[in-house]
């Protein structure tokens, strides 16, 4: 099982810690195309010029990809972005979200029945992950 996970990157990094918990709890499951986006240091190795070839790297992935586990409690761009674009492919897709003060997911993932949002607790990461998987 090839798993696309995404979560915020340029849209903020607060979450960091809990991409990377969810990265090694999925890896029981399959294998994870997207490892890089639990790395506390990404920002730091962001080189611009780049950009090009991640869209094109990423949209790759998606395309190559079983299902997406995107964390959507800090909202992205690029995370909205690659979930519509997995949508349009069929791709099955669960959008983790945790309930926080201030934070309200778009309506356009909570509204569309094609994304199953899962509400959790950090601490539910590994329960949460298997009710999807098993
Ligand atoms: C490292 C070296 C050069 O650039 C980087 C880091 N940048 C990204 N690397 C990989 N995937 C990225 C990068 N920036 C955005 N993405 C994709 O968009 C990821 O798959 C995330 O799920 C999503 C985050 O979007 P933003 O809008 O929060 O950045």
């Known amino acids: 099982m090839k ?7 340029r849209g903020g990094r607060d979450d960091s810690i809990v991409y990377k918990k969810i990265i090694d709890n999925l890896k029981e ?9 639990g790395n506390e240091n990404l920002l730091s190795l962001e080189d611009n010029n780049k950009d090009e070839y991640i869209y094109k790297r990423d949209i790759d ?19 909205g972005y690659e979930i519509a ?19 309200k997911v778009s309506a356009m993932i909570t509204g569309n029945s ?4 899962i509400h959790y607790k950090e601490e539910e990461i590994s329960e949460v992950l298997e009710s999807i998987f098993k």
Not at 3 to 9: C, E
Not at 29 to 37: F, R, S
Not at 61 to 75: G, H, R, Y
């Open 85 to 103: 674009y997995a949508e349009k492919l069929n791709k099955k897709i669960f959008c983790l979200y945790r309930q926080l003060e201030g934070k």
């Open 3 to 9: 798993i696309y996970f995404a979560g915020s990157i």
């Open 61 to 79: 992935l998606i395309e190559k990809s079983d299902v997406i586990v995107a964390e959507v409690t800090n909202p992205s761009l690029g995370v």
């Open 114 to 117: 094609n994304c199953k949002v």
């Open 29 to 37: 499951y399959g294998e994870v195309l997207t490892e890089h986006v």
